[in-house]
C-alpha cells in the first residue's frame, strides 16, 4: 500500500524524534560518564580489592589453623611418647595462638599437667581463665568450668558453688552430671534437702550418665526420703514433688 503524504511525514518526524532521543542519550550518557566515570572505576577497583584481600585472609587462617592443629597434635603425641617436658613447651606456644579452640585445648592440657604436678593453685588459675574465654569455643569453657568447680569445691561457700554451675546444672545439658551432683551436695550443706533430692534422683534416672555416678545419686536420693523408681522419667517429677530443673534454680521457678 503506497503512504500518503501525511503518513510519509509522520514517519520521517518519528524517525527523526528518536534520532534525536538517541543522541540526548549518548550525551547525557557521555556527560554522565566524564563526571563520575573515574569514580565509578575507583569504587569497582576497590571492591575488586577488598573482595581478593578478603579471599586472601581467609586462606591464610585456615592455613595458620592448620599449622596450629599440626603443632597440638605433634605435642599430644611427645605428651603420650612420655616425653612430658617437650610436650608443654609445645603447648606453653599453642596456649598464645589467636585461634581460640587450640588456644583452649592447649591451656586445659597445660592446667591438667599442673594439676598432676601438684600445682593446684596454678592449674585453678588456667582453668578460671579459659571458662572466661568469650572467644573460646563454648564446650572448653563448660569443661574448664567444671574443673575448676570441682577443684575449688571443698574451699567456697556453697551458694558460691550453686550460682557458678547453674547453668549446667540442669537435665539435658552435658555436664549435668557434675554440675549436679555438686549442686545438691551444696544445697545439702545448706541444709536445704528439699532441694538437694530432686536433683540426685534426676541424676540416678539419666541413662547416659556412667553408672558409677547413677548408683552414688540413687543412694543419695534414697538417703534424703526420695524413692527413684517412682520419679517420672517424662516429667522429672519426684514423688515428694518438686524438680531437678526447680531444685538447682534455687526453688525460685514460678
Do not use: H
Not at 2 to 30: H, I, M, N, S, Y
Not at 191 to 196: E, N, R, V
Not at 228 to 245: E, H, P
Request: hydrophobic share 45%.
Amino acid at each position: 500500500m503506497a503512504l500518503t503524504p501525511t503518513t510519509k511525514q509522520a514517519a520521517t518526524d518519528e524517525a527523526f524524534l528518536r534520532e534525536v532521543d538517541d543522541a540526548v542519550r549518548a550525551g547525557d550518557l557521555q556527560s554522565f560518564w566524564t563526571r563520575f566515570g573515574r569514580w565509578l572505576l575507583l569504587a569497582l577497583i576497590a571492591g575488586l580489592a577488598a573482595f581478593g584481600g578478603w579471599i586472601y585472609w581467609q586462606n591464610v587462617k585456615a592455613a595458620a589453623a592448620e599449622k596450629t592443629g599440626d603443632a597440638f597434635v605433634q605435642a599430644v603425641e611427645k605428651l603420650d611418647a612420655g616425653n612430658e617436658k617437650a610436650g608443654v613447651a609445645e603447648l606453653t606456644k599453642i596456649a598464645q595462638s589467636d585461634q581460640a579452640g587450640y588456644r583452649a585445648m592447649a591451656q586445659l592440657l597445660l592446667a591438667n599437667i599442673d594439676a598432676k604436678n601438684g600445682a593446684t593453685a596454678k592449674a585453678n588459675a588456667v582453668y578460671a581463665k579459659v571458662a572466661a574465654d568469650e572467644k573460646a569455643p563454648q564446650v572448653f569453657r563448660d569443661m574448664a568450668l567444671i574443673r575448676v568447680a570441682t577443684a575449688e569445691f571443698d574451699s567456697l561457700p556453697p551458694q558460691k558453688t550453686i550460682d557458678r554451675l547453674k547453668p549446667l546444672a540442669k537435665p539435658g545439658t552435658p555436664w549435668f552430671g557434675s554440675a549436679g551432683e555438686m549442686t545438691a551436695i551444696s544445697y545439702m550443706k545448706m541444709g536445704k534437702d528439699d532441694l538437694a533430692g530432686p536433683i540426685f534422683a534426676q541424676i540416678a534416672k539419666q541413662e547416659d550418665l556412667p553408672q558409677s555416678l547413677r548408683s552414688r545419686a540413687q543412694q543419695m536420693a534414697g538417703g534424703l526420703g526420695i524413692d527413684t523408681v517412682q520419679l517420672d522419667a517424662k516429667s522429672g517429677k519426684a514423688s515428694t514433688g518438686g524438680s531437678a530443673a526447680t531444685a538447682a534454680d534455687g526453688g525460685n521457678s514460678k
